[in-house]
């Protein structure tokens, strides 16, 4: 029997029985397919305001920028209610000289879309050092 | 000449030659392999704020969701402000992976800047907001 096996082997082309590879194959294929996520995801950077260790803090709190987002929606700056579109100019004034961190102060009860369209507003601007704080 | 192939044809039963189809589900393999990455989707939609600027975000992050509600999901639980520390540090501790925050437009701005305080506090160098380009 043995004989009679190498005989056959040599007389055919060494042929490997290639379906269950094949039936592995697509069951990965078929467990990769169903597994992928495409995630595209656009973003802003989240950053928070760092506790400034500068030697003259009044100084540096009079050159930053600050926002204050309510829980009613109003957007102020510098004690005036000037709105979402009040954002932009405000921020393109502020840093034309130098580039003033800017500082989005939300209440705790305002809406996330809101501080995220300030600080939208803000990059938009060009201002490059933009965070995001929470305050009573 | 074209009598010995027919002859030859009948006698052996139909093969198809199954190596070019192989290749192809090979490749497909390959590329699904490659691609794959195996995200945490929150699971939970959530209507991200319009944005004008707006960074293409990495594939491979970490993804916490905030509700109108308050609630902070990730992967389909709802691990609340307090879970999202031990959970962005058991992924950070190994290699730095960025955190995206998808939150609800309606989200309570306090509840977001907290978890971003947290991924903060969890050693996370790269936190973003999720948003939608807007078109314009």
Do not use: W
Not at chain 2, 61 to 88: H, K, M, N, Q, W
Request: hydrophobic share 45%; with cysteine.
């Amino acid at each position: 029997m043995g004989r009679f096996r190498e005989g056959l082997n040599d007389s055919d082309e060494a042929a490997i029985d290639m379906s269950p590879l094949i039936d592995c194959v697509f069951i990965l294929l078929i467990f990769f397919i169903v597994t992928t996520v495409f995630v595209e995801e656009s973003g802003l950077p989240a950053v928070q305001p760092e506790p400034s260790a500068n030697a003259n803090p009044t100084d540096e709190e009079s050159k930053t920028v600050v926002f204050q987002v309510s829980a009613d929606g109003t957007i102020r700056h510098e004690g005036r209610d000037i709105g979402l579109h009040g954002v932009g100019p405000t921020v393109a004034r502020r840093i034309q000289k130098e580039m003033v961190p800017v500082v989005i102060q939300a209440e705790r009860k305002a809406k996330a879309g809101i501080m995220i369209g300030v600080l939208d507003a803000a990059m938009a601007a060009g201002a490059e050092d933009v965070s995001v704080d929470a305050r009573n | 000449m074209g009598r010995f192939r027919e002859q030859s044809q009948t006698n052996e039963d139909a093969a198809i030659d199954m190596s070019p189809l192989i290749d192809c589900v090979f490749i497909l393999l390959i590329f699904f392999i490659v691609t794959t990455v195996f995200v945490e989707e929150p699971g939970v939609d959530v209507e991200r704020p319009r944005a004008v600027v707006g960074e293409q975000l990495e594939k491979s992050s970490i993804l916490i969701a905030v509700t109108p509600e308050g609630g902070v999901v990730y992967g389909g639980r709802d691990v609340g402000v307090a879970g999202v520390r031990p959970l962005v540090a058991r992924f950070v501790q190994k290699e730095q992976v960025p955190v995206i925050i998808q939150a609800d437009r309606n989200a309570d701005a306090g509840i977001v800047v907290r978890v971003v305080a947290e991924a903060r506090l969890a050693q996370a160098e790269d936190i973003s907001f999720a948003t939608e380009l807007a078109a314009e």
